[in-house]
């Protein structure tokens, strides 16, 4: 029960199951029976079902009576975030909605405010845990003729693109053999991505000449040994540390005395090359 009588919490989170996204919200308010709602949305995208569910939520909270402080809680706060960015973006017609809902709720009273909580499925902070345990146990499969918003069927396409690229890439003898596979943060093989700032650039966009030589040591296309051997094989392309006949890549990342003061142990994460 909640002691502040002008205070209204709405704990929300989405899964999705078969393409179908099920977002589930409560909104605990003082002396008031919990108001929970559940939506079911097919073939849309996981951030648009988010911002739906906020949408929805708040539309009920600032209809409870003199309610002027909102706390929403939930695991995607990247998706909360796009509320308030002014750049274009998909999905941006739910922003617009909560933020004229948000505004008619601040010309109320100039102290009415909204707080947004992030909180990880991971921690499982019981009451957020409740929510997220309800919303995986549905396991829904559509059986009548649906539709897929623009920006889902955008992604389909995207992602047919870069499989059937994958595989072909896969079974050619054209590819290279150079390519230096990179892992993320959490030891994943980075994939390839068409969003904005993608999964590489965001680590190298700040600085083009870190940009730059990122670029070159991935492609191994740096002014090393092993590439110059490829152009005048008849020199002598020895390491300086003499430990390698050949200065290469591998040597430079993983071996060399020369640069293990500044190469993590971890050298094939694209965080280190940042």
Partial sequence: MLLDLHLVVIILDAS????????????????????KTIHYVINVLFTEAK???????????????NINCIFVITDSIHAANRIFDSLLYPYQIHSVAISCKLREFFQKNNNNS?????????????????????????????????RSSWDFSKKQECNNILNKWKMSFQV????????????????????????KNSLWVKYFGHSNYLC??????????????????????????????????????????????????????RRDTIAHFS
């Fill in 16 to 35: 999705i199951k078969n393409h179908v996204v099920t977002s589930i919200s409560y909104v605990h308010s003082h002396n008031s029976p919990v108001i």
């Fill in 51 to 65: 911002l739906f569910v906020i949408r929805c939520s708040i539309n009920q909270a600032i209809r409870l009576p």
């Fill in 114 to 146: 909204i707080k947004f909580w992030d909180c990880p499925s991971k921690y499982k902070w019981s009451l957020h845990d409740t929510v997220d345990k309800e919303t995986k146990k549905f396991d829904l499969i559509s059986i009548l003729p649906y």
């Fill in 172 to 195: 050619s003898d054209d590819k290279g053999q150079n390519f230096l596979k990179l892992l993320d943060k959490d030891l994943k093989l980075i994939e390839l991505s068409i969003s």
């Fill in 212 to 265: 730059a030589r990122a670029t070159r040591a991935i492609v191994n296309h740096a002014p090393i040994g092993e590439y110059h051997l490829r152009f005048f094989p008849q020199k002598e392309f020895k390491c300086p540390c003499s430990l390698y006949p050949v200065k290469s890549r591998h040597h430079i990342l993983h071996e060399c005395k020369r640069y293990n003061n500044y190469w993590n142990l």
